[in-house]
Nanobody, 124 residues
Framework: QVQLVESGGGLVQPGGSLRLFCAAS????????MGWFRQAPGKEREFVAH????????YYADSVKGRFTISRDNAKNTVYLQMNSLKPEDTAVYYC?????????????????WGQGTQVTVSS
């Protein structure tokens, strides 16, 4: 069955960095685009970043552009999110998800499988 397992979250001080990992299994990873979303307490799940399946074209939310980088390794069935210059407002549970779309990539409903999430807390 389809599985997406996130890891790499934790507690970091403002200005610090974290690298999130999402290990995929149960499907042909290279046939899917992948996305990262996040959800803070009391807020809706929001788009963070998206990467296409072949040409590694990436898209970002304005709030993370220039600080976060999404990448993937199709040989390892893994998608990454490098997060630099972290801010307290980046605190959330981060989820990876798969999609077949490269147009409505910022919408939650465009993704059909999700991981369980990994907590990122940015605090001094």
């Amino acid at each position: 069955q389809v599985q997406l397992v996130e890891s790499g979250g934790g507690l970091v001080q403002p200005g610090g960095s974290l690298r999130l990992f999402c290990a995929a299994s149960g499907f042909t990873f290279s046939n899917y685009a992948m996305g990262w979303f996040r959800q803070a307490p009391g807020k809706e799940r929001e788009f963070v970043a998206h990467i296409s399946w072949h040409v590694n074209r990436a898209y970002y939310a304005d709030s993370v552009k220039g600080r976060f980088t999404i990448s993937r390794d199709n040989a390892k069935n893994t998608v990454y999110l490098q997060m630099n210059s972290l801010k307290p407002e980046d605190t959330a549970v981060y989820y990876c998800a798969r999609t077949t779309t490269s147009t409505i990539y910022a919408l939650v409903r465009a993704y059909d499988s999700w991981g369980q999430g990994t907590q990122v807390t940015v605090s001094s």
